[in-house]
């Protein structure tokens, strides 16, 4: 469409012309609807309803009207933007670095090496020859992850890593799980080979049915979430997959070639030999106290975000957006540490003060940083105090006097501010339910799951109960402890991934437990059930201690040497680790037990 002036008169009018399937649309159209209006609408607006005098068969159409040449180039305008497919053109291109900073990935790449090497050892040391192994297995497996996702093309973000940092974690849970079950038989008196036979055997129930619960909240939340939430589903389901194949088919090959070799392997050292095998602690009779410590735990909880709510991220709030040019390169750390002391002084006042990123972006000159301060105040004043902020922050990293009319003055291609931006929430409210409900679904699909693979309700419920119970202290926590910790408690992207994470190791650590309870009540069917219970947890409790343990040691490594940025992160992590297992035992067990009993004294009162 175009605007033009008329043969004949002064008046403007519209042309239209058609390619060969919109002239034969248009033909049958006007002809069905001569003397009738055809409404021009573009967003649900009318702009023009012109009348059709006569069926128009050629593809080029005219539009007459009391039309300035104005009107009818904004008639063109309306008629070209709501043709289809739309053109798009790009107006802008700019180079954004990393969010993290250089400085920040090379820390956290030196934590995740860190934590690697403390769990290679830790295998190593406690399993000893078995253990060097399962490192060989885990090496493997890195490999193998890697390799899928380059071959995917995955982009590696934080949820992503969440992801990676699971299955490491339930890849050295297999192993520690076999080697367990083998020095189980070693010490019932089999030979050697029968008991790594057998060991292998009754491992894999155990296996499949945790890496199975944490494959299902893998795919459902790949379906169901977007984002960073689908991010973290792609990482945790391929390195399920191929920790399940390194823990199991590579160990076993080592393991069976060492003893075909040399006749004899070790599983234990001396002093790990025994460890925790002898426990006879009676869990089910202190559940009336875990009962009353978890209530008491979610109702600080929920008193504290009705109080004091969530220190919600930009991602859910918006903010101020500003892109800042120096007179020489600086580093995303130092303006980070420049921006977190002055800040720091706001945040009585707004606790939103201690919420901010920063990014290179294009040069090494340019950063952009993004604020909260002040969020939900557009006005002009509280525009010019978070500018005072920031510039207060960076005239540090000029190398001369800069003033504060230079530095905010952004009509001049010069040093300073750039371009300054009022932002809305980049996490859309469809995106924050699409994450709720995802998380909602693969808590129903688990405990279907369990149902199914249990054949008892009763499982399935103590262990999601388990699940929402930790999921809302880990919320609640973040809200009690934002802006009396020395690092950032901030609900963003990253916080969603850790809940994800920390449901699916709790999964996984429930399910051996409950494993481990099926397997005694079909062994010692004349025993009483809570002795069953309280035996299955204690012959479980080196394993439990075991993959917390090398989990823990990841994420501890991670937190005081991965940098500052995902420090919080890495806070969430470590405290669902310690809470899920804690819930595993204390809760979602003795809930099942309790559930159970119940029932059967329904039965047998029936």
């Known amino acids: 469409a175009r605007e033009q002036y008329a043969q004949r ?34 967003d649900g607006y009318v702009y023009s309803a012109p009348r059709v005098n006569t069926k128009i068969d050629k593809g080029s159409s005219e539009i007459s009207g009391d039309f300035t040449i104005q009107e009818a180039k904004d008639l063109a305008n309306v008629l070209n933007s709501g043709k289809v497919p ?41 399993y000893k020859t078995a253990g060097w192994m399962s490192d060989i297995a885990l090496l493997t497996n890195v490999f193998l992850l890697m390799g899928v996702l380059v071959s995917f093309g995955a982009v590696l973000t934080l949820p992503g890593i969440a992801g990676i940092v699971l299955t490491m974690g339930m890849a050295v849970d297999a192993n520690v799980i076999i080697y367990e079950r083998i020095k189980e038989e070693l010490r019932g008196g089999k030979g050697l080979s029968l008991a790594i036979k057998d060991g292998f055997s009754k491992a894999y129930s155990a296996i499949i049915d945790g890496n199975l619960t944490t494959i299902i909240t893998g795919i459902v939340l790949f379906i169901f979430g977007n984002g960073p939430v689908q ?13 399940f194949f390194s823990a199991v088919f590579i160990t076993r090959l080592l393991i069976e070639w060492i003893v075909a070799k040399w006749g004899n392997i070790s599983f234990s050292r001396k002093w790990s030999e025994n460890f925790l095998t002898n426990t006879h602690f009676d869990f089910i009779r202190v559940r009336k106290v875990a009962y009353t410590v978890a209530v008491a735990l979610l109702a600080l909880s929920c008193i504290s975000f009705v109080a004091r709510g969530l220190n919600l991220g930009a991602e859910f709030t918006g903010g101020r957006a500003y892109v800042i040019r120096f007179d020489k390169p600086v580093s995303a750390e130092e303006v980070r540490q420049n921006l977190g002391q002055v800040f720091a002084q706001h945040a009585d006042a707004d606790a939103s003060a201690i919420s901010f990123e920063v990014k290179q972006y294009g040069n090494e000159n340019q950063m952009r940083i993004v604020t909260q301060y002040r969020y939900d105040d557009t006005s002009d004043e509280a525009t010019a105090e978070v500018e005072q902020i920031i510039y207060d922050a960076m005239k540090s990293l000029y190398s001369y006097d800069i ?50 693979r ?61 494993d481990r309870i099926r397997e005694y009540l079909g062994m010692y069917p004349k025993r009483n059930l809570k002795e069953n219970v309280n035996n299955a947890i204690n012959s479980t409790l080196s394993r439990t201690i075991n993959t917390s343990g090398t989990t823990l040691v990841t994420l501890l490594a991670i937190f005081f040497f991965g940098g500052e940025t995902i420090r919080g992160f890495i806070f969430a992590l470590t405290v669902g680790v310690i809470v899920g297992t804690v819930a595993t035992i204390f809760i979602a067990t003795p809930i099942a037990y309790d559930l159970m009993s119940k029932r059967a004294k329904l039965d047998k009162e029936a």
Do not use: H
């Open 231 to 243: 991010g973290f589903a792609t990482t945790l389901i391929i390195g399920i997959i191929t920790s």
């Open 403 to 452: 003033s504060f009319e230079q530095f905010r003055n952004t009509q001049t291609d010069v040093n300073g501010i750039l371009t300054a931006d009022k932002i809305g929430p980049s996490i859309a409210k469809d995106m924050t339910w699409n994450a709720i409900y995802s998380v909602l679904f693969s808590l129903i699909a688990i405990g279907l799951y369990i149902t199914f």
């Open 454 to 514: 249990f054949k008892r309700w009763q499982w399935a419920s103590g262990a999601t109960i388990a699940l929402a119970v930790n999921a809302l202290f880990i919320i609640g926590l973040f809200s009690m402890l934002y802006g009396f910790v020395p690092f950032n408690l901030e609900v963003n992207q990253a916080f969603i991934a850790a809940i994800l994470t920390i449901i699916g190791y709790a999964i996984n650590d429930t399910v051996v437990v409950f």
């Open 86 to 126: 739309a053109p798009a053109k790009i107006i802008q291109d700019t180079v954004v670095g990393p969010s993290l900073g250089q400085e920040s990935i090379n820390a956290g790449m030196l934590s995740f090496l860190i934590a690697f090497i403390l769990v290679l050892l830790y295998m190593g040391l406690f």
């Open 9 to 42: 008169g002064a008046n403007a009018v519209v042309s239209m012309s058609m390619n060969g399937e919109g002239t034969q649309e248009w033909a049958r159209l006007t002809g069905e609807n001569i003397g009738k209006c055809i409404a021009i609408v573009l």
